[in-house]
């Protein structure tokens, strides 16, 4: 798996150049979805309190035949516990759940600003690392705004932000706000989960021509503009063919014409209340 360095947070500090989408990957199940992505070569694997799976994803790491400090183990703080106690104690009940003994990286799920205590939330992730629960904290869904803030009231810069990447909604902007304060980005839904995206003829013809499946062309298109996608799939052979993408060069023309296919889509950060 390569990895690319971060632009913020300890010197020589890197992160899998994609990531495990583990959203409904649960129960048994999901430890053995899990386990076999890790069989594949996933290193990150993208959780959330709220996906209710983090024992899950924990109970596959904890019995994986790799060593535990070449995975990362990623989860996201809800919006319901972004009071400063609230948010300790969340970040906690993460460890708890997972059955790890620590935390690789803790990301705020959505700003919800218009209950406007993220933060207050940014602060608790900053003094969780602090005391040692977690090495990487961060954020996700947070326009350029809320990253100033939170920014602005810490000196600590979040090392990602992950938001919605995919070729119809490419988010180039927030990207680049990213880009601009030292974040990288991390790509949910790449495969353009619940819309035609890999149906699409742009995207079959392109991949046809470099004979891969839309899927494995996707994932090549996101970690050549610098994302980090996080492909979710539950079927073993989905997810070793979405890591095969690290030699797919795709042409300036087939570049273009991907963005092309930008259109308005995602939940507003600023209106969109994830609790
Ligand atoms: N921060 C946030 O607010 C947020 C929001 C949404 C998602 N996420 C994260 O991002 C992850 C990925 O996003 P997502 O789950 O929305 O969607 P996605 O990864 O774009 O798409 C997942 C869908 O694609 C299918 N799929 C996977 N590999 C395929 C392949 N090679 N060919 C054809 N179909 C394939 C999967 O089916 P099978 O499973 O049946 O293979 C599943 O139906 C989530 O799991 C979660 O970790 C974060």
């Known amino acids: 798996m390569p990895d690319i360095p971060l632009l913020s947070g300890p010197d020589g500090a890197r992160i899998p150049a994609i990531g495990l989408g583990t959203y409904d990957l649960r129960g048994a199940d999901g430890v053995t ?5 890790i069989a594949a070569g996933y290193r990150l694997l993208d959780t959330a309190f709220n996906y209710d799976n ?3 994803v924990g109970r596959a790491i904890a019995e994986a035949a790799v060593p535990r400090e070449s995975l990362v183990y990623s989860t996201k703080l809800p919006g319901r516990y972004h009071r400063h106690d609230l948010a300790r104690w969340a970040i906690e009940e993460s460890l708890f759940r997972s059955g790890l003994d620590r935390l690789d990286m803790v990301l705020i799920h959505w700003p919800n600003p218009r209950i406007g205590l993220y933060a207050e939330a940014w602060r608790a992730l900053v003094e969780a690392r602090e005391a040692g629960l977690v090495t990487m904290i961060g954020v996700s869904n947070f ?39 030292g974040i990288l980005t991390e790509g949910y839904s790449p495969l353009g989960n619940g819309t035609d995206l890999v149906q699409n003829g742009s995207v079959t013809r392109i991949a046809a021509a470099h004979e891969v499946s839309p899927a494995r062309l996707l994932l090549a298109w996101a970690v050549t503009i610098g994302v980090i996608p996080l492909p979710k799939s539950a079927t073993a052979s989905r997810q070793a063919e979405n890591l095969d993408v690290f030699d797919i060069e795709l042409t300036g ?3 273009e014409e991907l963005a092309s296919l930008a259109r308005a889509g995602g939940a507003d950060p ?3 209340e994830e609790l």
């Open 33 to 37: 979805q899990t386990a076999s992505a």
């Open 54 to 56: 983090e024992g899950a």
């Open 253 to 255: 023309d087939e570049l």
């Open 143 to 181: 326009l350029p705004e809320h990253l100033d803030r939170i920014i602005g009231d810490t000196g600590v810069t979040p090392v990602l932000n992950q938001i919605l990447v995919n070729p119809y909604v490419p988010h180039d902007e927030w990207r680049a706000a990213d880009a601009e304060r």
């Open 270 to 272: 600023l209106t969109h």
